[in-house]
């Protein structure tokens, strides 16, 4: 398990609240009959967590007939953490409610499920999943803080009356008392403008839950990685900021702040930002500020002449084909390389990604999705220059089943220390690939240990609990994770 000193997790997922849409457009089947709509039955139910729902898609077409088309089509979950798609059957994972859509040539129908977990809250508790304060542990009757100028993100988690445990912090109405001092800005999610002493409350009109929180203003050490540095023309850098933050004498606690910062360059013709991406766009030297409240750190980069000669891209080993299971995730990589230079320069978070075939697979933040059988060609476009074709062949999955998925037995951390899980995925083929991304996991308490959608995870307080992964339908091992004082 790789460990980090501070993570800020943010989950913004919307709730949903559909009917039935049958899809416009034509589309014309095998039989010559050209499909109008698709009806999925049942329209609207409710599971609960651990069982199923088999969904049934009907086609109706021009002529009057229609016909069962349940194994043809495409189906998917809006919220695959919620409830994940195996076929046209849908497994209940987590309280909340998603979409359900089936998909046929740009023709698709949608049905709400809603997943429950018990019938009764018996329990709601508010827990906090940032790591830049220590001890991050928000507990009413102590002192619970947050930073002027940094957001702070809690989650909600129920216990039901059936002793199941949910995190339903996308499921709540998020309020402040104070919105002056502290404003909600998404599910659990609070931007904290000023000094002040607030009470935030989670509810879904049956259970509440309030928490007293004082924000203050304290002083921030910034720290970069690196001073003054050169670049090539063209390239990009990705700024990186660390925080150590201090009330008087006492120690509040540090973390990664980048995006909390403001960038700025002095000469915008040589340097330019995005957020914390600073784009080389001309030859000379320009001076970067990052000012975080009062606190102002800057370093001076040069941006070197430099003669691009082509932009590559490659999987992580360095393959320029690739031949992968339905389901799997993996990271590509983007280079410039340039004529008069003898090193490449990684710009994969910067470049347009695209995909021949977005049904095979697409690219995400430079991360490749392989979706169904097929073939894709995939490229990358940056400042008008395009790469080399990276072609992928996704195997169907009778011939590339996910077999085995494995992650460590046992894993520690102190509370207020974050890390995160890689799992080592095993297929029929012999195939072997570790993710994080895709994957189902869970801990058997959030309160101790909060563990996010791609496998990152939390100490909150002392004590021990259970985690679990699981893909396309196939259970991890079990891994005791304890969460110690010191």
């Known amino acids: 398990m790789r460990k980090s000193s501070g993570l800020s997790f943010v989950a913004v997922i919307a709730l949903v609240s559909l009917f039935l849409f049958i899809g416009c457009g034509k589309s014309e089947d095998e039989d010559g009959a050209r499909l109008s709509g698709i009806v999925i039955t049942p329209q609207e139910s409710v599971i609960r967590t651990g069982s199923v729902q088999e969904y049934r898609a009907t086609a109706e077409y021009e002529d009057g007939s229609s016909a069962d088309i349940s194994d043809k089509v495409k189906w998917s979950s809006s919220d695959e953490s919620i409830a994940s798609m195996e076929g046209n059957v849908a497994t209940g994972r987590l309280y909340g409610v998603v979409a359900i859509t089936a998909r046929k040539e740009g023709i ?12 009764t809250i018996e329990e709601l508790s508010i827990v906090p999943v940032d790591g830049y304060l220590y001890p991050p542990v928000a507990e009413e009757g102590k002192r619970n803080m947050a930073i002027v100028g940094m957001q702070r993100h809690f989650r909600a988690v129920a216990l039901f009356d059936d002793d199941s445990i949910a995190d339903i912090t996308n499921r709540l109405i998020w309020m402040s008392s104070d919105y002056d ?13 000023k000094e002040g002493n607030v009470s935030i409350t989670a509810n879904d009109h049956t259970s509440m839950k309030s928490l007293e929180v004082e924000a203050v203003d304290a002083h921030c050490d910034i720290y970069l990685p690196y001073g003054d540095i050169g670049i090539p023309v063209k390239s990009t850098l990705r700024y990186r900021a660390r925080g150590i933050f201090h009330l008087g004498d006492e120690y509040l606690g540090e973390g990664d702040i980048e995006d909390a910062i403001g960038w700025s360059s002095e000469n915008p013709e040589v340097l330019y930002f995005d957020g914390s991406l600073a784009y080389a766009n001309g030859v000379g030297k320009s001076v970067i500020r990052g000012k975080f409240d009062n606190d102002t750190v800057s370093s001076t980069v040069t941006v070197e002449d430099a003669i691009v000669k082509e932009l590559k891209i490659y999987t992580a080993d360095g393959e320029s084909e690739q031949t992968l299971p339905a389901g799997v995730n993996i990271k590509l990589k983007a280079y410039l390389l340039y004529e008069d230079r003898d090193y490449a320069y990684d710009i994969a978070d910067a470049v347009q990604w695209h995909s021949s075939s977005p049904d095979t697979a697409v690219v995400e933040d430079g991360l490749l999705k392989s979706l169904e059988a097929g073939e894709a060609e995939i490229y990358a476009i940056y400042d008008g220059l395009k790469s080399q074709v990276l072609r992928i ?50 801990s058997s308490d959030p309160r101790i240990a909060y563990i996010d959608e791609d496998g990152n995870i939390l100490a909150l307080k002392e004590g021990s609990v259970e985690i679990s992964a699981e893909k396309d339908g196939v259970p991890s091992n079990i891994s005791s994770f304890t969460v110690r004082m010191e």
Do not use: H, N
């Open 393 to 442: 062949e996704v195997l169907p999955k009778e011939e590339s089943r996910l077999e085995t998925v494995k992650i460590p037995s046992q894993e520690s951390l102190r509370v207020g220390e974050s890390g995160s899980y890689i799992a080592k995925c095993i297929y029929s083929d012999g195939s072997t690939y570790l993710m994080q991304k895709g994957l189902y996991w869970r």
């Open 181 to 193: 001092v502290m404003e909600p800005i998404g599910p659990g999610v609070f931007k904290v403008l």
């Open 108 to 119: 698709e129908a949608t049905a709400r499920l809603k997943v429950a977990s018990g019938t």
